[in-house]
T-cell receptor, first 112, second 114 residues
Framework: GAGVSQSPSNKVTEKGKDVELRCDPI?????LYWYRQSLGQGLEFLIYFQGNSAPDKSGLPSDRFSAERTGGSVSTLTIQRTQQEDSAVYLC??????????FGQGTRLTVV | DQQVKQNSPSLSVQEGRISILNCDYT??????FLWYKKYPAEGPTFLIS?????DKNEDGRFTVFLNKSAKHLSLHIVPSQPGDSAVYFC?????????????FGSGTQLTVLP
């Protein structure tokens, strides 16, 4: 596609349920990032994929969070046993060979 | 420990005047800096960037200045327009680093008053 696509755009889930957020990066982009923005906060780095290298998971806030990237393209961010503090906008970005990352529109997650 | 700081959460300027958004960083390994603009309910969009080998980069109404000794960068918008009203994030990266993650500041809400 022309840009980074994220789905769903909005997700409301009950506390304790698992959720999966999807990111379709720009075709040919080898690097993929996940960030989140909590209300009134900046962009918090979660995880970074680059080609076939082991992902940089240093930003994942707990072991309830995991992400995978299949075939070097689509990525799924999974949050298990969601908590209210997980409520945020989850942003995905992709990058080709340069240093400019292009963001999707985000998924707004609300845990009730 | 915030490695990239935007100390002004908000800024209001009159249309036609200059907007100056500031960003400070602490990691001396950062060597590439970017500014992103974010409208509500949208993802951030890339605006302008600068490499540490330069001290200025200009693109139309937008100019980014980098002061490496002070670990400070700023974004100048002139003249400011109401459509520039958005949250502006600065970001930094280590080009030579293995992770190449982007570290973002907390953002500055710019409001351009007509």
């Amino acid at each position: 596609g022309a840009g980074v696509s994220q789905s769903p755009s909005n997700k409301v889930t009950e506390k304790g349920k698992d959720v999966e957020l999807r990111c379709d990066p720009i075709s040919g982009h080898t690097a993929l990032y996940w960030y989140r923005q909590s209300l009134g906060q900046g962009l918090e780095f979660l995880i970074y994929f680059q080609g076939n290298s082991a992902p940089d998971k240093s930003g994942l806030p707990s072991d309830r969070f995991s992400a995978e990237r299949t075939g070097g393209s689509v990525s799924t961010l999974t949050i298990q046993r969601t908590q209210q503090e997980d409520s945020a906008v989850y942003l995905c970005a992709s990058r080709k060979s340069g240093l400019i990352a292009f963001f999707g529109q985000g998924t707004r997650l609300t845990v009730v | 420990d915030q490695q990239v700081k935007q100390n002004s959460p908000s800024l209001s300027v009159q249309e036609g005047r200059i907007s100056i958004l500031n960003c400070d960083y602490t990691n001396s390994m950062f060597d590439y800096f970017l500014w992103y603009k974010k409208y509500p309910a949208e993802g951030p969009t890339f605006l302008i960037s600068i490499s540490s080998i330069k001290d200025k980069n200009e693109d139309g109404r937008f100019t980014v200045f980098l002061n490496k000794s002070a670990k400070h960068l700023s974004l100048h918008i002139v003249p400011s327009q109401p459509g520039d009203s958005a949250v502006y994030f600065c970001a930094a990266s280590e080009v030579g680093g293995s992770a190449r993650q982007l570290t973002f500041g907390s953002g500055t809400q710019l409001t351009v008053l007509p």
